[in-house]
């Protein structure tokens, strides 16, 4: 059994280390920098009259906030931008819409709750 085992464990090691020297080759190409234009995007938001008023409203200063837009890395800038790009236009709209569907609902639920209380009154007299 241990000789199986020994075996077993040299011919892995032996496979290991002469396929250790055999490795893909390597490709290179150029990279593109998505982050700039990321940020030029994240400073027309910005500079929109809307945003700087929010802005305004929350005690930020358009100015700061491009300046942190500036110090972002670039896969913190791609995310925001991307995050930017997934928002609603009208913001919570998903909530106003499935409002009516979860006051439905919790009706129905309420509605058969009482229906089965009432069941259980009716059958205990």
């Known amino acids: 059994m241990k000789s199986k085992f020994r075996h077993t464990v040299a011919s892995v090691l032996i496979v290991s280390v ?8 390597a490709q290179a190409g150029i990279v593109g920098t998505q982050a ?24 930020v200063d358009p100015a700061e906030a491009k300046a942190r837009v500036a110090a972002l890395t670039d896969e913190e800038a791609t995310r925001l931008a991307s995050e930017m790009d997934s928002l609603a236009a009208g913001g919570f709209v998903e909530s106003i819409i499935l409002l009516p569907i979860y006051l439905a609902v919790v009706l129905v639920v309420g509605v058969v709750y009482l229906i089965g209380k009432a069941i259980k009154a009716g059958t205990s007299n």
Do not use: C
């Open 18 to 25: 002469f396929t250790m020297g055999l490795s893909a080759p």
């Open 36 to 59: 700039g234009t990321d940020r030029e995007h994240i400073a027309a938001v910005i500079d929109r009259e809307e945003v700087r008023t929010r802005l305004a409203a929350y005690g």
